[in-house]
């Protein structure tokens, strides 16, 4: 997508309290610790794919579903461990934007601390299909939906955030100030499902006016002067310094994107919209955030 199609979703995720424009410092990510190479106990779940960074910052870069007119998006990964294939979970970063009264861009955000709404969440993994000049969608292999349980942002700071940074949460740990709040959802997939070499995995859910089965705008919530949460729900995408800890992102650059509007792909969309397919090259930055976990079973 545009750099300007992807301010608009994502905004300046992160931002000191002196200055919504600076970023975080290369080095305030931890360093994940190495893997190693000592055994494992048979059965045990190992991770085989990770470009989330052990300690999640308060928020993150994220695409905006219902901005950006996004149905599906995810990434193109690979695996290096050959015996531990038979997928045992995916784990996601959302970007939750929404407050139980006000919004994040009106400076009047107010959320009771640990309040939290439910919204259906799908990730899906798909085989790879390379028969053609570019990597497609194959066939589904696994699919998980759950009402995700996603917190809403926490209440606009007056105190800490201010100026260009007004209307704002404050995280203290990390002396941030953020338009939404990050969070790890993960997707227990029972260890049935045994993973090629490489898969496409997604994440869906329906907005109020775009996914698979939009909900639409009767809703009480679409109504209510704070909108409905679901429409200022992200899925988090960062490049970290190291990434990916495990695993292989086959295209760096790229990402898979099911949009209805031409301007959220690189390509304004001359290669169409409206169905799952690759977006290169502006996902340099942004790179999808996900954890695989799988337990020992060799590939298909």
């Avoid at 404050?170 to 993973?195: P, R, S």
């Avoid at 760096?252 to 969309?269: I, N, Q, R, V």
Wanted: aromatic share 8%.
């Amino acid at each position: 997508m545009s750099i300007t199609a992807f301010a608009l979703a994502a905004g300046l995720a992160t931002g000191t309290a002196a200055s919504a424009a600076a970023e975080p410092a290369a080095d305030s990510v931890p360093a994940r610790a190495p893997s190693g190479n000592w055994p494992k106990p048979p059965g045990k779940a190992e991770v085989i794919y990770d470009s989330i960074p052990e300690t999640l910052p308060a928020n993150v870069p994220s695409l905006g579903y219902q901005a950006t007119g996004t149905s599906e998006f995810g990434d193109e990964v690979g695996f290096e461990s050959t015996t531990h294939r038979k997928l045992k979970s995916l784990e996601i970063v959302l970007s939750s934007w929404a407050c139980e009264s006000g919004t994040w861009n009106t400076g009047d955000c107010e959320t009771a601390p640990g309040a939290t709404f439910r919204h259906p969440v799908t990730v899906n993994i798909y085989e790879v299909d390379n028969t053609g000049p570019t990597p497609e969608p194959g066939t589904l292999l696994a699919s998980q939906t759950q009402r995700a349980r996603i917190p809403y942002r926490p209440s606009a700071d007056p105190v800490n955030c201010t100026g260009t940074n007004a209307g704002r949460w404050y995280d203290a740990a990390t002396d941030t100030c953020n338009f939404g709040i990050a969070e790890a959802v993960a997707f227990d997939f029972g260890a049935t499902t045994v993973l090629p070499d490489e898969v496409i995995w997604t994440v869906a859910f329906n907005t109020s006016g775009f996914g698979a089965d939009p909900i639409g705008t009767g809703t009480a919530c679409y109504a209510s002067p704070e909108g409905c949460p679901y429409d200022v729900l992200n899925v988090g995408a960062q490049t970290f310094p190291g990434a990916p800890f495990e695993g292989i992102d086959i295209d760096p650059d790229a990402a898979f994107l099911d949009s209805a509007a031409p301007t959220s792909y690189c390509d304004g969309g001359t290669a169409g919209t409206g169905f799952l397919r690759l977006d290169a090259p502006c996902w340099t930055d942004n790179t999808p955030l996900a954890r695989i976990t799988a337990t020992d079973g060799r590939k298909a």
